[in-house]
């Protein structure tokens, strides 16, 4: 008969496991090798001088993410990983700005120049009423806060979270591992908060389905709308730009990975394209909370294994409700409640026009959400199984390892954590 203090361990372990299988909406995690220095024996005969390096220590920054001068920075796309060179990138159009608005002032620019670098910082489109619309504008706005994120990422990765993972007593490639998912903490944490601010000054507070629909086209938003949805949209693209130009070191699923992002940011644009806002929010609150316990679980199975359980357990609770029951709700809302739309606003196809909704859209919104949820409800079970293998203490081989190791046999999980 086991003892408890081996149950525990194997509970522990399993529970390990089960936080590395989930995978997160979003960039996973990197897996980083620590850097061994081989040991040299010395020829026979004369010694000769050595120009000999300083040994790296497992905790020092990997070298993607130190500054080589900020114009290599800027050519080779370092600037990315660099938040010291984003964040000159990003401090450019706000220094513009204020310079224009100073040569107004002045005099030296007539009361009426248009200041051409709010374009690049606030959003645009507002039309009369104080509401906000559309524009062309708006790709100006994201890429320039593609530029932000890369410096939010990085600065908060490297100032922040690597001192306290450090300070935690995180060693070798658990660092990287950290500074990943407590950055997803932070930004799930931000958005999703914002979300259900957003979602409570919309008529379809919380989940009240039926006013997707009601009133279509929603074509004005508010300004906290609008610009909710082109800061996700910004952190998208810098999610996608990371992976499709391998600035990080890309992983065994990287081809998946680029899908799954190209495949969220057509969601994103295609539905802030058609005025389908309010349904796009409700799906961005369903993912991003449950992502902040998912991230959070996984933050403190990397400092203590022990602590781990309650989380994931609660984690598990959340992710049924926003992943399932919310995200099946929308799903009802979109097949039952499509004809709450007003006729004449879905029975014509004329993009030309700004017209988009017609009976066979009806599939173009549900079949993806629909995917979606397979893909939830795939990844439930093996939750679930995992959880389930956790409390009777069984362990569980570890098909999906986040180590990248090869050669390691049979060796079953608690056996893989071991060696870590």
Same mark, same amino acid.
């Given at each position: 008969?086991?003892?408890?203090?081996?149950?525990?361990?194997?509970?522990?372990?399993?529970?390990?496991?089960?936080?590395?299988?989930?995978?997160?909406?979003?960039?996973?995690?990197?897996?980083?090798?620590?850097?061994?220095?081989?040991?040299?024996?010395?020829?026979?005969?004369?010694?000769?001088?050595?120009?000999?390096?300083?040994?790296?220590?497992?905790?020092?920054?990997?070298?993607?993410?130190?500054?080589?001068?900020?114009?290599?920075?800027?050519?080779?796309?370092?600037?990315?990983?660099?938040?010291?060179?984003?964040?000159?990138?990003?401090?450019?159009?706000?220094? %513009?700005?204020?310079?224009?608005?100073?040569?107004? *002032?002045?005099? !030296? &620019?007539?009361?009426?120049?248009?200041? =051409?670098? $709010?374009?690049?910082?606030?959003?645009?489109?507002?039309?009369?009423?104080?509401?906000?619309?559309?524009?062309?504008?708006?790709?100006?706005?994201?890429?320039?806060?593609?530029?932000?994120?890369?410096?939010?990422?990085?600065?908060?990765?490297?100032?922040?979270?690597?001192?306290?993972?450090?300070?935690?007593?995180?060693?070798?490639?658990?660092?990287?591992?950290?500074?990943?998912?407590?950055?997803?903490?932070?930004?799930?944490?931000?958005?999703?908060?914002?979300?259900?601010?957003?979602?409570?000054?919309?008529?379809?507070?919380?989940?009240?389905?039926?006013?997707?629909?009601?009133?279509?086209?929603?074509?004005?938003?508010?300004?906290?709308?609008?610009?909710?949805? %082109?800061?996700?949209?910004?952190?998208?693209?810098? *999610?996608?730009? !990371? &992976?499709?130009?391998?600035?990080?070191? =890309?992983? $065994?699923?990287?081809?998946?990975?680029?899908?799954?992002?190209?495949?969220?940011?057509?969601?994103?644009?295609?539905?802030?394209?058609?005025?389908?806002?309010?349904?796009?929010?409700?799906?961005?609150?369903?993912?991003?909370?449950?992502?902040?316990?998912?991230?959070?679980?996984?933050?403190?199975?990397?400092?203590?294994?022990?602590?781990?359980?309650?989380?994931?357990?609660?984690?598990?609770?959340?992710?049924?409700?926003?992943?399932?029951?919310?995200?099946?709700?929308?799903?009802?809302?979109?097949?039952?409640?499509?004809?709450?739309?007003?006729?004449?606003?879905?029975?014509?196809?004329?993009?030309?026009?700004?017209?988009?909704?017609?009976?066979?859209?009806?599939?173009?919104?549900?079949?993806?959400?629909?995917?979606? *949820?397979?893909?939830? &409800?795939?990844?439930?079970?093996?939750?679930?199984?995992?959880?389930?293998?956790?409390?009777?203490?069984?362990?569980?081989?570890?098909?999906?390892?986040?180590?990248?190791?090869?050669?390691?046999?049979?060796?079953?999980?608690?056996?893989?954590?071991?060696?870590?």
């Amino acid at each position: 008969m086991s003892s408890p203090r081996k149950l525990n361990r194997t509970r522990s372990s399993s529970v390990t496991n089960a936080l590395k299988q989930i995978p997160l909406n979003q960039q996973q995690e990197q897996n980083y090798n620590t850097i061994q220095e081989s040991e040299v024996k010395p020829l026979s005969g004369k010694s000769r001088p050595l120009n000999r390096k300083k040994p790296r220590h497992e905790n020092d920054l990997p070298d993607n993410y130190i500054s080589r001068g900020f114009k290599n920075d800027l050519k080779t796309g370092r600037w990315m990983l660099i938040p010291s060179s984003s964040l000159i990138i990003f401090s450019i159009p706000i220094i %513009l700005y204020f310079n224009h608005n100073l040569l107004v *002032q002045y005099g !030296l &620019l007539k009361p009426n120049t248009t200041n =051409p670098f $709010k374009y690049l910082l606030f959003p645009q489109g507002k039309v009369p009423g104080g509401g906000y619309t559309k524009s062309w504008y708006d790709f100006v706005f994201v890429a320039n806060y593609v530029v932000f994120w890369s410096f939010v990422r990085q600065f908060v990765t490297i100032h922040i979270l690597r001192p306290m993972a450090i300070a935690l007593g995180i060693k070798g490639g658990k660092i990287m591992r950290f500074l990943e998912q407590g950055y997803a903490v932070f930004y799930f944490s931000i958005l999703g908060t914002l979300g259900i601010i957003v979602m409570r000054g919309l008529p379809t507070w919380w989940y009240k389905t039926e006013y997707f629909w009601l009133g279509y086209p929603h074509k004005q938003m508010t300004w906290e709308l609008k610009t909710y949805y %082109l800061i996700q949209a910004a952190y998208w693209v810098q *999610q996608t730009i !990371l &992976l499709a130009a391998k600035i990080e070191k =890309p992983r $065994k699923d990287f081809k998946e990975l680029v899908a799954h992002h190209i495949v969220t940011l057509w969601l994103i644009g295609w539905s802030y394209n058609v005025y389908l806002t309010f349904i796009g929010v409700s799906v961005f609150v369903t993912m991003d909370v449950s992502d902040v316990f998912l991230a959070l679980a996984k933050c403190v199975n990397y400092v203590s294994e022990w602590a781990s359980p309650p989380f994931f357990a609660f984690f598990v609770g959340v992710w049924t409700y926003f992943r399932h029951y919310l995200n099946i709700w929308i799903l009802w809302s979109v097949w039952a409640e499509w004809d709450l739309m007003p006729e004449d606003q879905r029975s014509r196809f004329a993009p030309l026009e700004d017209q988009w909704l017609v009976w066979w859209m009806r599939w173009q919104v549900f079949v993806p959400i629909f995917f979606l *949820q397979l893909i939830n &409800l795939f990844w439930y079970f093996l939750i679930w199984r995992i959880l389930i293998k956790a409390v009777v203490g069984q362990d569980l081989k570890d098909d999906r390892s986040d180590d990248e190791d090869d050669g390691e046999g049979e060796q079953t999980t608690t056996e893989k954590l071991k060696d870590q």
